[in-house]
């Protein structure tokens, strides 16, 4: 069977998460480099006892756990550290999402990696064949974040202005999903995109 590898991007609160969950739900399957960064750092995994190395036992929780919400906001308020656990984990996210790749190719015709950080995608582990981008205008974004994660609207600005801007996300597309009208449109426009791009990649056999 043929298999392309699609990337999945998209900034905070553009919807990348529930586009994912659609294709999943579709059947196809979704790595998600989150996640796998999460199972990086529980306890006893390599992630975990690299950063804690680096960073000291005070992101550590007292069951053992990281304390993910100090890890979370020091992320995003100190360059340094942000530097320091990219380092740690990205290699490590890279081989997994790579280990998990080669399991399903030639299963599923096609492949999705949800990726929050644009600079992975030129990993070649990934195995990239196309990048697909889920994009909101900023209103939206900061109402969903707002929602989801009961922040601030300046912790959520802060958070975007880390990530990567609409221009930059946009020059690395081959295909762009516009999210500001819910769910259910969002839901159609990846029927359309999921034809066009089974119909480009041609007989499955």
């Not at 900034?11 to 960064?37: M, R, W």
């Not at 762009?176 to 499955?204: H, M, S």
Request: aromatic share 4%; proline share 4%; net charge neutral.
């Amino acid at each position: 069977m043929k298999t392309q590898v699609i990337g999945v991007i998209g900034g905070i609160g553009s919807g990348k998460t529930a586009l994912c969950h659609y294709f999943n739900e579709l059947g196809y399957p979704v790595i998600d480099t989150d996640q796998v960064a999460k199972d990086m750092v529980k306890p006893e995994q390599p992630g975990l006892v690299a950063l804690i190395k680096q960073l000291g036992s005070g992101y550590l929780l007292a069951n053992g756990e990281l304390n993910r919400a100090k890890l979370r906001d020091t992320f995003f308020q100190d360059p340094e550290i942000k530097q320091q656990v990219e380092a740690i984990l990205h290699p490590l996210i890279r081989q997994e999402v790579r280990r998990q790749i080669d399991q399903l190719k030639g299963k599923h015709a096609l492949i999705f990696v949800a990726i929050p950080v644009l600079h992975q995608l030129n990993q070649p582990e990934y195995q990239l064949n196309r990048v697909l981008l889920v994009e909101a205008d900023q209103t939206q974004q900061l109402k969903r974040v707002q929602q989801r994660d009961k922040r601030s609207f300046e912790q959520i600005k802060a958070i975007m202005q880390q990530q990567a801007s609409p221009l930059e996300r946009r020059a690395l597309a081959d295909d762009v999903i516009e999210n500001n009208a819910g769910l259910g449109d969002l839901r159609q426009q990846a029927d359309i995109w999921l034809k066009q791009t089974l119909d480009r990649l041609g007989p499955i056999s």
